[in-house]
């Protein structure tokens, strides 16, 4: 997460405010992993946007990004 964080950081974002996204980051990419195939192309559907965070979120802390 701290990667994630960092990024946000360098970006202008406050400490508190980046800790609460990067913690939000973690908490859908973490859910999105734990969903089978099917689930995921529904998410990735309804909500491109969470995936799109979530393969970002990946990539920066050398997690699955397949979203």
């Known amino acids: 997460m ?3 964080r960092n990024k ?3 970006a202008g ?3 508190e405010t980046s800790l609460t996204i990067a913690m939000a980051a973690d908490r859908i990419h973490s ?3 734990k969903c089978d195939l099917p689930t995921r ?3 990735k559907r309804q909500n491109p946007t969470a995936c799109k965070m979530a393969r970002e ?3 920066l802390e050398e997690l699955n ?3």
Do not use: K, M, Q
Request: proline share 0%; net charge negative; no cysteine.
């Open 2 to 4: 701290d990667n994630y």
């Open 8 to 10: 946000l950081r360098a």
């Open 13 to 15: 974002i406050s400490a």
């Open 31 to 33: 859910a999105l992993s």
């Open 41 to 43: 192309e529904i998410i």
């Open 57 to 59: 979120f990946g990539l």
């Open 65 to 67: 990004a397949e979203f």
